[in-house]
């Protein structure tokens, strides 16, 4: 709390302890709550899944994929759409941010889903 004190005014004692020693802090911010434990499988497969998945659209982009056809990726039903051709330093980027963003919300329940969930974030960022 501020407070605000002007010139030979006194000071306002009981609100300022009142403040200090009655209130209830103030609930913790992202920033600084702790992080939950992930398992110590999590980050290794993430790393392998979207390594599998940058393989298989450079694969399919090596083979010939024309902008427009779905790319499929192994194990994952849908497929991604590549409308333009992406290079492999745009699709490490987006896979560094994606690894950072699950990162900091992780979630042994997201492990069969993971591939999917990239594929979905690299059809929306490749627009």
Not at 3 to 29: D, K, M, N, Q, Y
Not at 91 to 109: A, G, N, V, W
Request: proline share 10%; charged share 15%; with cysteine.
């Amino acid at each position: 709390p501020l407070f605000t004190v002007h010139g030979e005014e006194p000071l306002p004692l009981a609100a300022i302890r009142a403040a200090l020693f009655e209130s209830a802090p103030p609930p913790p911010h992202r920033a600084t709550r702790s992080q939950p434990l992930q398992s110590s499988s999590f980050l290794h497969h993430l790393d392998r899944v979207t390594q599998e998945v940058l393989a298989a659209v450079m694969a399919a982009q090596r083979s010939g994929a024309q902008p427009g056809e779905v790319v499929c990726v192994p194990g994952v039903a849908e497929g991604l759409v590549l409308n333009r051709p992406v290079s492999m330093a745009e699709l490490s980027r987006l896979r560094r941010q994606f690894i950072s963003y699950t990162k900091m919300q992780p979630s042994d329940e997201n492990l069969p889903q993971l591939a999917s969930m990239f594929l979905q974030y690299l059809s929306r960022s490749i627009q």
